[in-house]
């Protein structure tokens, strides 16, 4: 089992940048390919990034892909999700994921992550 809790969420004009973090403990991410979920009011949980148990693939969500970069230190068992120039409709409760790193199936697929953080908050105004 693994624990993930995420961090950094807050408050911030719109075109500014915020850093989340996602610290794991229990077992180490080398195991696992990690993603970063949003849900904001009203909608559906879904898909922003996620990274490969290397880190050797990516992927995004068109709606942040240029804006949002996903990175990950296995030796320090953290991942983080890097907004920059940030949107109204990016405001959302954050989840980290992960997921074992032999699941082949795409990484967009909620169902596909068996471990999921608590969330933290972002609030992005105008």
């Known amino acids: 089992q693994v624990q993930l809790v995420e961090s950094g969420g807050g408050l911030v004009q719109a075109g500014g940048s915020l850093r989340l973090s996602c610290a794991a403990s229990?077992?180490?991410?080398?195991?696992?390919?990690m993603g970063w979920f949003r849900q904001g009011p009203g909608n559906e949980r879904e898909f922003v990034a996620a990274?490969?148990?290397?880190?050797?693939?990516?992927d995004y969500s068109d709606s942040v892909k240029g804006r949002f970069t996903i990175s990950r230190d296995n030796p320090k068992n953290t991942v983080w999700l890097q907004m920059n120039n940030l949107k109204r409709e990016d405001t959302a409760v954050y989840y980290c994921?992960?997921?074992?790193?032999?699941?082949?199936?795409?990484?967009?697929?909620?169902?596909?992550?068996?471990?999921w953080g608590q969330g933290t908050q972002v609030t992005v105004s105008s």
């Open positions: 994921a992960a997921r074992s790193a032999w699941n082949s199936g795409s990484y967009q697929l909620t169902g596909t992550y068996e471990h």
């Open positions: 229990g077992r180490a991410i080398r195991a696992f390919a």
């Open positions: 990274m490969s148990w290397d880190g050797g693939s990516t």
